[in-house]
Every structure is written in structure tokens, then in C-alpha cells.
């Protein structure tokens, strides 16, 4: 089993040489083994990383029994009853315990394409072959009350032969060890819909054992749709918006008006910037309506977020208006200091909630790479910064220390007009001495925007 699960985890598994289950209907009832078959529907997912067992009993009218089981390579698993659909589904979870040596069964309710929220009126008991055992998480149980839930509005059909199912599981890992039953989960990974016969399930009572053989088949299960390798899009394509945003072009933006004084493609750089914050936080605020830990908006995370949001239109307005006022005035305004200083704390706030940002989407592996950016991006700009303004006082320092001109010049007729003192071809004014410069000549000092 150790090495099927190494295969597994090297995109193998579908070969059959990898099956990691076989199900069978064999003799079993709550505690023990009977020699009455105990009736049960099978099924496998195509990448068999999770298998799923149910058995309708015939002598009772509440009850389910059923067995899941999950390679130790796998996050979650989960099959859904009632639907092929999220919405009103009622999901049997499971994920492994908080030591990682147990396993931890949830019953949740789903309201639609999002996390499924914990449903402890669901009533489960533990059976005998729940636990860990060679690299298989396995759960064995019965419920009391699972053939009608959400005050009927969710129901299986335990006559029909066709009853419409969901599974999915985890992206590859161990991140997920938790003994709460409402503990965080990320996107699903794998999913897909399948029917079971409830009739075939249907007989003596008891849990469905699953056989850990090659030869593994679906038993009155039939797959319907399948899909592999998913990512939650929307999530990556905001942390990739936010963090290109705030690691950068807002630095580069400021970069290029400290450097050389560029306040044309600040404004324009500062603009794109912007715009990507403005989709990015229409993302995140998408996302937030997935998951359970974030539907309240009270996290560190989109506080801050929601700050910045905010602030930032502030900042843009404070830039263009004071940009508009110095090109009338030619001078600094009362705008120039709040704007400045803003911009640098909307900067830092940035690239801190960038790294609660990964942590909240159960990624913290990823804060190394962003922290790995912030280490050379800044670094590297101050150091150019630095570079600049060291050549730029050693060129005014050589410029200070040249000799002044001697009064003597062999070539008179190579010498320019502004260094003659006088304009040859002008006309004087009446009244001015023609050897003293026109006041047109003496031009102001241009006053700088940002100080």
C-alpha cells in the first residue's frame, strides 16, 4: 500500500496495478461479521483516491450505513447525497485528525458553490474499523437521520436506481489535520457526479467492508462526469493581480518620479496600478463568498484590504489635483506632503496583508516566494537610488572643481552668444546700455512638484 500511495503521488494511479480498493458486499453488521451478505452499492473515483460504500438497511426505515475510504496522500474527501449539485446537498466529509494517526468525519450541508457549512443535527456513530491503518484513512458509520435533511427540503430516494451523487477531494497534501468538524478546507481538487442504486444497496444491514485489492470495479454505481487537476482560478488570479499591484508597479511608479523626476509616466504607471487594484479587490471580494472563514469580512486580512481599497482613491485624487495646481502655479501645494506620505503607508499596508493574504487561503508555503520578491525588488531599487545620487554629486562636484575661462580665446568665432554676454543681431531697447544682458535673459529657477 506504502508504494501504491508513492505511485499515486507520481500521477500513476489510474494504471490498475495502483487500484487502491476493491469493495465487495460482504457479512458485516455494526460490530461484527454475520454470514448474511450484507447488501451495499460501490463506488471509486476514476483517480481512486477516494471509495465510498452504502448500505440501505432493510429493517429500518431511518437508518444508512456506510463506509469511506482515503489514501494518507489526499487532503479531503467527500461524497455529496441527494443532488449533483452543491446546493442543498448534504456532504460526508472526511480529513485527517489534528496527529494525524485518526481520522475526522464531518456532516455538512452545502447552499450552494461554496464551502459546505458544518450540520451538527446530522446525527453519526462511529463503527468498528474507523481509524488509520496502513496509509488508508478509513471511516466506517451509520446514521440515524440522513435520508431527509434541511427539514425535508433535502432527501435521497432509497427506492430509486438511479439516485444522483457528487464526490470530491483535496488538492494532493497534509495540510488539512484537524479534529474540528468545521475546520477550513481549500477548493476541491478532484470532483464529479455519479448515480447509485439505492435497490441494490438495499437489504440486510450493516457496513459494506472495502477489500484493499487490484482488481477494483464500481458495484450498481455508474460515473457520470468527472473533472481533475482544478484550481480555485479566481484566488491565484487575485494574489498574482494584487501582489504584481503593490510589490510592482506602485514601488515602480514611485521609483521612476524620485529617480528622474518622470511625473508623466508616474501618472500613467500609478493608473494601470489602479485599475489592477480595482479588479483584483472585486475578486477577492468574490472569492470571500466561498468559504466559510471569510463570509463575515472580519478577518486581518480583508480589513486591511478593504482599507486600502478605500484610501487609495483618496491617494489618486490627491496626486491629480495637486499635479493640476502645481502645472497652473508652479509651486508645491499642501497636497504634495499627504500624498507622499500616504502613498508610503498604502505601500507598506500592502505588502504586509500580501503576506496574511496566503496563510488565510490555507497557502502559507507561498509567503517564502512572495518574501523572496519583497527581498529583491526593494533592495534593488534603493540600491539604483542610491547609485544615481552618488554619481549625481560627484558629476556637480567635477563641474564645481573646473577651471574657469582665462579671458583668452584662440577661436573667438567658435564662441557661443550666451558666452560672449551679448546678442550680436538683437536690438537694444532705447535707454539700455548694450553691454548689459536683457532682464529676458535672466531665467527663473523652475520650482520642483514633489519635495
Known amino acids: 500500500m506504502r508504494v501504491s500511495n508513492m505511485l499515486c503521488r507520481l500521477g500513476l494511479a489510474p494504471y490498475a496495478a495502483l487500484s487502491l480498493f476493491i469493495v465487495s458486499s460482504q457479512a458485516q453488521d455494526a460490530g461484527s461479521t454475520s454470514s448474511n451478505a450484507t447488501a451495499g452499492s460501490v463506488f471509486i473515483t476514476p483517480t481512486r483516491d477516494l471509495a465510498f460504500a452504502l448500505n440501505v438497511p432493510s429493517d429500518s426505515t431511518t437508518d444508512l450505513f456506510f463506509s469511506m475510504m482515503m489514501p494518507t496522500d489526499v487532503s479531503w474527501g467527500s461524497i455529496g447525497l441527494g443532488s449533483d449539485e452543491m446546493a442543498g446537498a448534504l456532504m460526508f466529509l472526511l480529513y485527517p485528525s489534528g496527529s494525524g494517526n485518526n481520522v475526522t468525519f464531518s456532516a455538512r450541508i452545502a447552499s450552494g458553490h461554496s464551502e459546505p457549512v458544518y450540520a451538527p443535527e446530522i446525527k453519526i456513530e462511529a463503527l ?131 529617480l528622474g523626476g518622470w511625473v508623466r509616466w508616474h501618472g500613467i504607471n500609478q493608473s494601470l496600478a489602479l485599475f489592477l487594484t480595482i479588479i483584483g479587490s472585486g475578486l477577492g471580494f468574490s472569492i470571500s463568498k466561498r468559504y466559510n472563514r471569510t463570509t463575515k469580512f472580519n478577518t486581518a486580512h480583508q480589513v486591511i484590504g478593504i482599507l486600502i481599497f478605500i484610501f487609495i482613491f483618496a491617494q489618486f485624487g490627491l496626486g491629480y489635483f495637486h ?46 516566494v512572495l518574501a523572496g520578491l519583497v527581498l529583491f525588488i526593494f533592495p534593488a531599487m534603493i540600491l539604483i537610488f542610491i547609485t544615481k545620487k552618488f554619481i549625481q554629486k560627484r558629476w556637480n562636484k567635477s563641474k564645481e572643481a573646473s577651471p574657469e575661462p582665462n579671458g583668452y580665446n584662440m577661436e573667438p568665432w ?17 535707454g539700455q546700455n548694450a553691454s548689459i544682458p536683457g532682464m529676458s535673459s535672466y531665467a527663473p529657477t523652475q520650482a520642483r512638484e514633489y519635495v
Not at 457528487?166 to 481549500?186: H, Q, R
Not at 567658435?414 to 532705447?430: C, H, I, L, T
Open 128 to 258: 468498528p474499523g474507523t481509524g488509520f491503518d496502513n496509509d488508508t484513512y478509513t471511516f466506517n458509520g451509520r446514521c440515524s437521520n440522513c435520508r431527509s435533511w434541511s427539514d425535508g427540503a433535502g432527501k435521497i430516494d432509497v427506492v430509486g436506481k438511479s439516485q444522483n451523487m457528487m464526490y470530491a477531494t483535496g488538492e494532493p497534501g497534509n495540510y488539512l489535520k484537524s479534529d474540528e468538524f468545521d475546520a477550513p478546507l481549500k477548493y476541491h481538487y478532484n470532483y464529479g457526479v455519479f448515480t447509485l442504486d439505492m435497490v441494490h444497496a438495499t437489504g440486510p444491514g450493516g457496513v459494506p467492508t472495502i477489500d484493499r485489492s487490484e482488481n477494483s470495479t464500481l458495484v450498481a454505481t455508474v460515473q457520470v462526469s468527472s473533472e481533475e487537476a482544478k484550481k480555485d482560478s479566481l484566488a491565484v488570479a487575485h494574489a498574482v493581480i494584487m501582489v504584481f499591484a503593490f510589490i510592482g508597479l506602485y514601488p515602480l511608479g514611485a521609483f521612476v518620479l524620485r
Open 323 to 368: 499635479h493640476r495646481t502645481f502645472k497652473k502655479t508652479q509651486q508645491t501645494t499642501k497636497m504634495a506632503p499627504i500624498h507622499v506620505w500616504m502613498g508610503r503607508l498604502l505601500l507598506v499596508l500592502g505588502v504586509v496583508n500580501a503576506f496574511l493574504g496566503f496563510p488565510l487561503a490555507l497557502s502559507p508555503q507561498y509567503n517564502y
Open 414 to 430: 567658435q564662441q557661443s552668444e550666451a558666452q560672449a554676454g551679448y546678442n550680436a543681431g538683437a536690438q537694444v531697447p532705447p
